[in-house]
């Protein structure tokens, strides 16, 4: 399927959020990460968007720099979101207000009571491993499969970076899908760092300048 990608990426508001967590949970509906944490395939697909949609909604749109990348929809004047990243200023941390307690009655029922303390430690280990000088973090990348291939990852990707390049700042980010580390070495990212977890599977964290 071929997509005319508007020309350049828009920031999102909170009413992109449902946008926002359809996209990444149906790209990353394969991903190693939600693999583990939602290995019931019957339910993962819903249980991923709703984890996106706590990132997003609490998180990345307010409080960082979430931004979208649209096609053409079925009807003219309607666009479609193809595209998402959620990216981290490096003056601002949008995970904060994830982590506050008047959002675990969430977390808890959606990751299941055996995976809370495992994820907390995964999430713990990418921290550690974050650059200590100030750059951007990129938490996300997502197109929609109906869209693979046709450029809109890249463009999407490239205007963060463009915006990263003129502060003069590294971008930072993690994968644990190793087919993705080629993608981001076109881009100038280097793996930096690779930690194996206990609870299985092995994030790659990359750094681009």
């Keep these: ?91 601002r941390n949008p995970e904060g207000p994830l982590v506050s307690p008047r959002l675990w009655p969430h977390w808890g029922p959606l990751l299941g009571r055996g995976r809370i303390g495992s994820f907390v430690r995964v999430f713990a280990e990418w921290k550690l491993a974050a650059p200590q000088d100030p750059h951007l973090y990129l938490a996300a990348l997502g197109v929609d499969p109906a869209v693979a291939g046709t450029g809109v990852g890249g463009a999407l990707l490239s205007q963060g970076l463009e915006r990263a390049d003129s502060e003069g700042m590294p971008v930072f980010t993690q994968t644990m899908n190793d087919k993705a580390i080629g993608f981001y070495e076109r881009f100038g990212f280097e793996v930096v760092r690779e930690v194996d977890h206990l609870e299985g599977g092995t994030t ?5 300048g």
Excluded: K, N
Aim: hydrophobic share 45%.
């Design 1 to 91: 399927m071929s997509a005319t990608v508007s020309a350049s990426a828009r920031p999102c508001t909170i009413d992109d959020v449902p946008s926002v967590a359809r996209v990444l949970s149906r790209a990353t509906h394969g991903d190693p990460l939600f693999q583990w944490l939602f290995p019931e395939e019957q339910t993962r697909m819903a249980r991923t968007r709703r984890f996106y949609a706590m990132a997003a909604g609490f998180g990345y749109v307010p409080h960082g720099d979430t931004r979208v990348a649209e096609s053409a929809g079925p009807t003219a004047g309607e666009p479609v979101v193809r595209a998402a990243a959620l990216w981290a200023p490096a003056e």
């Design 204 to 208: 790659h964290f990359l750094q681009r």
